[in-house]
T-cell receptor
Framework: DTGVSQDPRHKITKRGQNVTFRCDPI?????LYWYRQTLGQGPEFLTY????????KSRLLSDRFSAERPKGSFSTLEIQRTEQGDSAMYLC?????????????FGEGSWLTVV | GEDVEQSLFLSVREGDSSVINCTYT??????LYWYKQEPGAGLQLLTY?????DMKQDQRLTVLLNKKDKHLSLRIADTQTGDSAIYFC???????????FGSGTRLSIRP
């Protein structure tokens, strides 16, 4: 499977705990995006990397959220001290810079439920 | 500002054509996309169109762009039960920027 891979697919956590999601982009895709989607809404942009550089962060990304892409390949999104309002699906996407860079491909998402 | 709007629901009869509409506000948008999302799944890229195009056809899908009115539509010919999903319209300023999504249109198919 050469698509965008996300892990875990589902996570249930207690309020106040930390959670981390991992995204493996399509091989050789330089750009990697994180989005959040709540029920009945479209995906909302969180942050975006080009290689290892984090180029843009949304105001939605509070100080409890941190994303990294240390080697320019996989990325992690960590949420500290989770709150019930963090319950959502976290989507990762990737794209190339050249050639097919017009297209952004999404993974299957990681569902987070905070209880 | 960046804003993409879609109607929330559309119901069509199996075999008919579905037309899903979208309006956007950023006249600088260079790329406009349609994604499909089935229950519990991620987003599947259906098609996209450059802002200098008026129309793009891909099998059963036809995308029409009216740049003057900032209106985008997706027509699905011969709608099938497998087309039941939420369809998201999205805009992008450049190939180096993020995608902004609408709230999605839920397409339901009746027999």
């Amino acid at each position: 499977d050469t698509g965008v891979s996300q892990d875990p697919r589902h996570k249930i956590t207690k309020r106040g705990q930390n959670v981390t999601f991992r995204c493996d982009p399509i091989s050789e895709h330089n750009r990697l995006y994180w989005y959040r989607q709540t029920l009945g809404q479209g995906p909302e942009f969180l942050t975006y990397f080009q290689n290892e550089a984090q180029l843009e962060k949304s105001r939605l990304l509070s100080d409890r959220f941190s994303a990294e892409r240390p080697k320019g390949s996989f990325s992690t999104l960590e949420i500290q001290r989770t709150e019930q309002g963090d319950s959502a699906m976290y989507l990762c996407a990737s794209s190339a810079i050249q050639g097919t860079g017009n297209t952004i491909y999404f993974g299957e998402g990681s569902w987070l439920t905070v209880v | 500002g960046e804003d993409v709007e879609q109607s929330l629901f559309l119901s069509v009869r199996e075999g008919d054509s579905s037309v899903i509409n979208c309006t956007y506000t950023d006249s600088s948008s260079t790329y406009l996309y349609w994604y499909k999302q089935e229950p519990g799944a991620g987003l599947q890229l259906l098609t996209y169109i450059f802002s200098n195009m008026d129309m793009k056809q891909d099998q059963r899908l036809t995308v029409l762009l009216n740049k003057k009115d900032k209106h985008l539509s997706l027509r699905i010919a011969d709608t099938q039960t497998g087309d039941s999903a939420i369809y998201f319209c999205a805009e992008r300023y450049s190939s180096a920027s993020k995608i902004i999504f609408g709230s999605g249109t839920r397409l339901s198919i009746r027999p």
